[in-house]
C-alpha cells in the first residue's frame, strides 16, 4: 500500500513521516535549511507479513501544489495531517479537494503538535475536521492524536498500527475504469495487474555504474527484468536493466508498488518528471482528450471554450485549454464533459483521473475522469461522438467493450480496445457474437453481429441502387462499391463482408464485378451463335477496338440487335464497354491496364514530367497514347473508363492509379 501525506505547511507532515517510518524525507539541502518540504519524499517500512508500506511526503506551501498532486497521483490511502494549534488551513482544504478529484477513497486523519494546545483546542479542531470530511468520501475518517517529535509517542503507534492494518486488508485503485467480469483473474493477481503496465514517472535520477533510474508508482500491470518499455509522449524504446520495489530489489514489479526502474539506452536528459512509462501497446497519446469534468463550487470562475487551465494529469503538469462539449459553459459546482486540448500530445486512459487550476496556477478549480484519450478535432458535438462518449462512460463503469462495439457500425480496431482497456489481447472480454477479421499487421477488426448484419444490408442495397441507375452495366468493383456503400470501412473488413456475401449466394461476383443474382441475363440460341462472332472480333481487334456501327456492317447485322447483344455481354461481364458504342474484350482491358500500371510505377521511380504529383503514381493522356499507339480521344475514352470503375482516380490532367489495385483483383 502507498501512502500519501496531505496538509498545510508546517504541520509536521514530514516529522509524523520520520516519527513512522524513521526515515527523514527532507534529503536536498535546501528543505534541511528551510526546514520545509520542496520536493517529494518517499520513505519505506518492512511489515510483519513480509510486504512493504510506502510512504510519499508531499510538500504543503501553496506554490508546490503542482509537486502535491505529482505525489497523491499514485497513492492508495490518505495520510491528512492537520496541526492542532492552526487547525484547517487553506492548503488543508485544496488538499482534500485534490484528493476527491484524484479518487483516492480511504485516509485517515493526524491531529499533530498536540502538546501546544490544551484540551479544549483539540476538540474544537476535531469537530472541525468532522465537519470539513463530512461532504468527503473520509467522512467518519479516525483521527489520531500525536506528538510527533516525542520518542515513543502512543498516538504515532496507534496510528502506525492502523495503517499497517489497512495495509493488510486493502483494495489498491488506480484507476476508475472497472474489469470486465468475464476477465480471467488468478487468486494471486489483482485486478490491475492484468492489465498492461503503466507507470507515472515522478523522479529521475542517474547513480554511478548504473545510469538511468527512473521512479514512480506503477499503477497498472507488471514489469520484470530485460521487458521493452516505451517512455510517453517520446515514443523511447527503453529496456528495464534491473528493479527495485519497494526500496528492494527484485525481479519484477506489479500495480501498486513504487518502482525504481533502470533502464538501457537513454539518456537522463531525455526523461522529465510528468512521462509515461508503459507497455509497448499504450504508446500511442493525442494532444486531445475528452473528460466528465466537475468544477468546484468555491472555483471562482466559469469555464467557457477555450478557457486556459493548468492540468494534472499522473505526474504531469500539462497547460490545456478547455472546449465544453455540452452547452457553452461549465459553472462553479456543475458536472460537464469537455475536451482539453493540450500543446503537445499527453498519455490517458479511460478512467484516469485529473485535476484542474486556474489559469494562473494560483488555485485548484476542479477535476474529473478521462472519457476518450483521443478525442476528435472536429465535429466534437456530433451525434456520433456523442454516443461514442456515452459507451465510454458505460465502459468506465462497467468495463463491458460490450458498448464500445455497439457504438462502432464499422468496427473497432482490436489495437484500440486494448489502448482503451489496457488488457493484452488474450484477456479482452468480448461479446460471444462479435466477429474478428484478421489484418495483414497483426491487428484485427471487431464488429458485432448486428453491425455486421446492418452493413451487409447496406451492401445489398447498394447494388440495387446501382443496377436501377445503370441497367447497362454488370455492376461494379469491389473498390468501386465500397465507395457506394461506406468508404470508412477498413478494406479487410470490406473484403470479408463480400466473401460472405458470396458464399452465401446474395451477391454474385464474375470477375471484378459484383452484382444481384436477379442481375444476371441469359442468351438466346441465335445470340448465343453471334456473340462467338463479335467477341471473335474484338479479340481479334487489339487496343483499336470497333464501334457498334462497324461490327454491324462487317456481319451484315443490325446496329440495334449488336448493340442489345453487346449490353447483355456486358452485363456478363463478358466485354467492357467504354462510352456507348464502344465495347472491349477483357483480354484487352487486361492488357490496358497492364499498361497503365507500368507508366504509373515509372513516374513514381523516375519523378519527371507533368504526370508526376507529391510522389504519387500517376499516368497522363499523352504517356498512354503514346503507349498504346492509340489516338488522343481514344486514349481519353479508356482513361476515362478506368477511372469511372475505381481503377484510377482523375485529378486535373492525370490519373493516379489506386493504392494497392491490380485489375481483376478484390482490391481493384
Not at 468480448?430 to 491487428?443: C, V
Amino acid at each position: 500500500m502507498i501512502v500519501g501525506t496531505a496538509g498545510h505547511i508546517d504541520h509536521g507532515k514530514t516529522t509524523l513521516t520520520r516519527a513512522l517510518t524513521g526515515v527523514n524525507t527532507d534529503r536536498l539541502k535546501e528543505e534541511k535549511e528551510r526546514g520545509i518540504s520542496i520536493e517529494l519524499g518517499y520513505a519505506y517500512l518492512p511489515l510483519p507479513n513480509g510486504e512493504v508500506l510506502g510512504l510519499i511526503d508531499v510538500p504543503g506551501h501553496e506554490k508546490l501544489i503542482h509537486t502535491m498532486a505529482a505525489g497523491a497521483s499514485g497513492i492508495d490511502f490518505a495520510l491528512m495531517v492537520i496541526a492542532a494549534d492552526d487547525g484547517i488551513m487553506p492548503q488543508t482544504r485544496e488538499h482534500l479537494a485534490i484528493l476527491d478529484m484524484l479518487g483516492v477513497q480511504r485516509g485517515v486523519v493526524a491531529l499533530t503538535k498536540i502538546d501546544r494546545v490544551d484540551v479544549s483546542r483539540i476538540a474544537e479542531v476535531e469537530h472541525d475536521i468532522r465537519v470539513l470530511l463530512a461532504s468527503t468520501p473520509f467522512v467518519g475518517a479516525p483521527i489520531f492524536r500525536t506528538q510527533a517529535n516525542v520518542a515513543n509517542d502512543s498516538g504515532v503507534a496507534e496510528l502506525l498500527a492502523h495503517l499497517i492494518n489497512c495495509a493488510n486488508s486493502g483494495t489498491v485503485v488506480h484507476n476508475a475504469l472497472v474489469l470486465p467480469t468475464a476477465a480471467t483473474t488468478q487468486a494471486s493477481t489483482s485486478g490491475q495487474d492484468q492489465r498492461l503496465f503503466r507507470l507515472a514517472i515522478d523522479r529521475v535520477f542517474t547513480l554511478p555504474g548504473h545510469g538511468t533510474i527512473i521512479a514512480g508508482t506503477a499503477l497498472a500491470g507488471s514489469v520484470a527484468t530485460d521487458d521493452m518499455l516505451i517512455l510517453a509522449p517520446s515514443g523511447e524504446r527503453v529496456r528495464v536493466r534491473s528493479i527495485h520495489a519497494q526500496n528492494r530489489p527484485s525481479t519484477s514489479g506489479h500495480a501498486g508498488q513504487r518502482l525504481a526502474l533502470n533502464l538501457a539506452g537513454i539518456p537522463r536528459a531525455q526523461i522529465n518528471r510528468g512521462d509515461w512509462i508503459l507497455s509497448l501497446a499504450l504508446a500511442e497519446c493525442s494532444q486531445r482528450i475528452d473528460v466528465k469534468l466537475r468544477l468546484l463550487g468555491d472555483a471562482g470562475l466559469s469555464l467557457k471554450s477555450w478557457s486556459p487551465v493548468h492540468v494534472h494529469l499522473g505526474a504531469a503538469h500539462r497547460t490545456a485549454h478547455v472546449v465544453p462539449l455540452d452547452g457553452d459553459l461549465v459553472a462553479p459546482g456543475q458536472e460537464r464533459r469537455v475536451q482539453l486540448v493540450f500543446e503537445a500530445p499527453v498519455h490517458a486512459v479511460p478512467g484516469d483521473r485529473f485535476v484542474i487550476r486556474n489559469a494562473q496556477a494560483s488555485r485548484t478549480i476542479g477535476g474529473g475522469i478521462v472519457l476518450d484519450p483521443f478525442g476528435p478535432a472536429t465535429k466534437r458535438r456530433g451525434v456520433a461522438q456523442q454516443a461514442w462518449r456515452d459507451a465510454l462512460a458505460a465502459f468506465v463503469t462497467s468495463g463491458d467493450s460490450a458498448a464500445l462495439l455497439d457504438c462502432n457500425p464499422l468496427g473497432l480496431y482490436r489495437s484500440t480496445l486494448v489502448r482503451l482497456s489496457q488488457l493484452p489481447p488474450e484477456r479482452l472480454a468480448l461479446p460471444l457474437d462479435t466477429r474478428s477479421i484478421a489484418l495483414r499487421d497483426g491487428d484485427a477488426v471487431l464488429i458485432s453481429e448486428v453491425a455486421w448484419n446492418v452493413l451487409a444490408v447496406r451492401t445489398i442495397d447498394g447494388l440495387r441502387a446501382f443496377h436501377a441507375s445503370t441497367p447497362d452495366d454488370i455492376g461494379p468493383q469491389t473498390a468501386r462499391l465500397r465507395r457506394i456503400v461506406e468508404p470508412a470501412v477498413d478494406e479487410s473488413l470490406w473484403r470479408a463482408l463480400v466473401a460472405a456475401l458470396c458464399e452465401t449466394s446474395m451477391v454474385v461476383q464474375q470477375g471484378p464485378w459484383l452484382y444481384l443474382p436477379e442481375h444476371s441475363v441469359k442468351l438466346g440460341a441465335g445470340e448465343q451463335v453471334l456473340a462467338v462472332t463479335l467477341l471473335g472480333s474484338l479479340a481479334a481487334a487489339g487496343f483499336n477496338a470497333p464501334w457498334v456501327r462497324d461490327l454491324a456492317r462487317e456481319h451484315s447485322v443490325s446496329e440495334t440487335e449488336v448493340r442489345d447483344l453487346l449490353s447483355k455481354l456486358a452485363k456478363q461481364a463478358q466485354v467492357n464497354q467504354i462510352v456507348k458504342d464502344l465495347f472491349y474484350h477483357p483480354s484487352q482491358i487486361e492488357a490496358l491496364s497492364r499498361i497503365i500500371a507500368r507508366l504509373a510505377n515509372n513516374t513514381a521511380e523516375e519523378n519527371d514530367g507533368d504526370a508526376r504529383v507529391a510522389g504519387r503514381q500517376s499516368v497522363s493522356a499523352a504517356m498512354f497514347r503514346d503507349a498504346t499507339g492509340l489516338g488522343r480521344k481514344r486514349a481519353i475514352q479508356l482513361l476515362e473508363f478506368f477511372d469511372r470503375v475505381g481503377y484510377t482516380r482523375r485529378v486535373k490532367d492525370v490519373h493516379f492509379l489506386r493504392s494497392g489495385t491490380t485489375w481483376g483483383s478484390d482490391s481493384a
